[in-house]
């Protein structure tokens, strides 16, 4: 692809310490992002996906140590920057639409004196103006009589609406990467719908969104580009349609056989759970869950390559 990315991630390595113990969380971690696109992060709970995309807002554990890599946006590396220089970045130029609003929004204050707070924060205008946007930006979230809900607390609103505030306090701001980790997971099935036909729209106005997610269903229709991830390592990455179409990673073909489909197909269960920080494999992570594991799993670590479809994959059997 001859379009450069407005943020890279490179040969990231990142590091949890533990009492004495030092674990490895993120391992050879290689991102490319595109303006205007959408590019999904998929994989089961304590994959690394959240872990990967906070490192990019420097918003990580206490406990966390970054190893090695480089993450570039705009021309500059963010693991070198001061926080008081990553305040400049977070939130206004890259934003976080976390998984359940409700713990997000302070429920003392009305949803105005929120999306106000967050507006005059990154921007040098009076509370008249932040109000104007405030209400235009509620519009753009497909917000009706936003002149009444943003006098609301937030009790008083959905879930849907909740998140769609959330959304609204990063569009206000202009950011041009936004980080939607799970921002499904705790709505039902209607509002997710309208919440991933939001963020497609958000794309379309040359925004790039990172969509967190452990269902590939969801991102199915609206995602561009999707990774695999299984325990710190991304071990698939494709165009969303390739993917879909013609899986290389056995753990990508589980995830898949593992959706409903209209055929009423039979509906196949990962054996086994991922294994937690603590525990060491050998070789390949995903082979003591693999039905295509081979003694050379094993004991090698199989790396991310260019295979003939332009997608990559790390696994020596591919399919």
Do not use: W
């Not at 269960?269 to 081979?294: L, M, V, Y």
């Amino acid at each position: 692809m001859d379009e450069k990315p407005i943020l890279e991630i490179k040969n990231y390595n990142l590091d949890i310490k533990i009492e004495d113990m030092v674990y490895s969380v993120l391992k050879d971690i290689n991102f490319n992002f595109y303006k205007g696109k959408i590019h999904a992060i998929v994989g089961e709970s304590g994959c690394g996906k959240t872990m990967s995309v906070m490192s990019i807002i420097k918003l990580l554990p206490k406990n966390a140590q970054v190893k090695s890599g480089e993450i570039i946006f705009n021309g500059e590396n963010i693991l070198n920057l001061k926080e008081s220089q990553m305040r400049k970045i977070r939130g206004k130029k890259i934003a976080l639409i976390p998984q359940d609003p409700m713990t997000s929004l302070n429920p003392l204050y009305t949803i105005e004196n929120q999306l106000l707070e967050a507006i005059m924060l990154h921007k040098n205008i009076d509370k008249e103006e932040a109000y104007k946007i405030a209400i235009e930006t509620l519009k753009s979230v497909e917000f009706k009589n936003p002149e009444e809900k943003i006098k609301a607390y937030p009790h008083e609103l959905s879930g849907g609406m909740k998140q769609r505030v959330i959304i609204a306090m990063a569009l206000a701001a202009n950011a041009d990467i936004l980080i939607a980790d799970e921002p499904t997971t705790a709505l039902d099935v209607t509002i997710q719908a309208q919440i991933l036909k939001l963020l497609e729209k958000i794309k379309e106005q040359g925004k790039t969104i990172i969509l967190i997610t452990h269902d590939l269903g969801v991102v199915a229709q609206y995602s561009d580009d999707i990774s695999i991830m299984y325990l710190g390592r991304i071990v698939e990455k494709a165009k969303t349609k390739e993917l879909f179409k013609n899986p290389h990673h056995p753990y990508t073909k589980a995830l898949l056989e593992a959706l409903p489909t209209k055929k009423g197909k039979k509906l196949k269960n990962i054996k086994g759970q991922p294994s937690g920080i603590t525990q060491k494999i050998n070789g390949c992570e995903f082979h003591p869950r693999c039905d295509f594991a081979k003694e050379k799993c094993k004991n090698e670590i199989p790396k991310l390559e260019t295979i003939e479809d332009g997608s990559y994959c790390a696994c020596f059997y591919r399919l």
